[in-house]
């Protein structure tokens, strides 16, 4: 109820404001822009460049987790490695968008590899930073104690090594899915060749501010969906763990 009250509040304000400025260029009313939202729903043009988007960004959620949850956990097993590997992870996750974009474009060019591989270098650090966090946070005196217990190493590894990475894991799956989206538009309106950023790239290079207001709506509810459908995936991997 509290979502649906703040949801008609925002509306109203933009409606007001929309209003005051009274000018669709700079700000279109939330029925122009609800017009045009329903009128993309009917094109097929359009639900092509959505498979397109949310495929680029599955593919780079899947490159960033299935490579920065290894590398986490090989860098986390020594604290050598981890102290040589840290400052060049740092510097990895320093980079600018716009530099991954220079050497993507000089590499590929325009297509689907940009935004795929801009997203996955710009993300990959945080899991690769949070996965060795939680292999380097494991209580050694834990480890010790159920080995002089006699605690089956089976048991060992699923409660307390898996047990210690696992909240930074589902952290890591959380930021990803979460804000994989953004990155995956903005590089798809500067060098995709389809999607949703590239359909807000021409509508900026017509002035179609009322279109560039909908298609926002669609990485909107996308960001949501995917949010939504993050917590529930660590939410039944959390569950599942739990049984073992």
């Not at 040589?84 to 590899?113: D, H, N, R």
């Not at 089976?154 to 930021?175: C, D, N, Q, T």
């Not at 500067?190 to 509508?203: E, F, P, S």
Request: proline share 4%.
């Amino acid at each position: 109820m509290n979502r649906i009250l703040g949801f008609l509040l925002f509306v109203t304000f933009w409606a007001l404001l929309a209003r005051i400025i009274n000018s669709s260029t700079i700000l279109p009313t939330p029925v122009d822009v609800g017009r045009i939202f329903i009128d993309m729903l009917k094109d097929p043009i359009f639900y092509k460049n959505l498979i397109s988007t949310i495929s680029k960004g599955f593919m780079a959620s899947t490159l960033i987790l299935v490579l920065g949850i290894p590398l986490g956990m090989i860098i986390g097993f020594s604290r050598t490695i981890y102290s040589i590997f840290k400052p060049f992870i740092t510097i990895l996750q320093s980079v600018p968008v716009i530099s991954w974009l220079a050497f993507a474009v000089f590499m590929w060019g325009i297509g689907w590899k940009g935004p795929v591989f801009i997203s996955t270098m710009s993300l990959l650090p945080i899991v690769v930073i949070n996965t060795a966090s939680g292999i380097a946070n494991i209580d050694s005196e834990l480890v010790e104690m159920a080995k002089i217990y006699n605690v089956a190493k089976r048991k060992i590894i699923i409660h307390i090594y898996i047990g210690s990475i696992v909240p930074f894991i589902l952290a890591s799956m959380e930021v990803v899915l979460g804000n994989v989206w953004k990155t995956i538009l903005v590089t798809e309106y500067l060098c995709g060749d389809h999607g949703i950023g590239v359909m807000i790239a021409w509508a900026r290079s017509y002035i179609d501010t009322p279109q560039i207001f909908a298609l926002t709506l669609v990485a909107v509810f996308l960001a949501i969906a995917m949010e939504y459908l993050s917590k529930l995936i660590t939410r039944r991997l959390v569950k599942k763990w739990k049984v073992y």
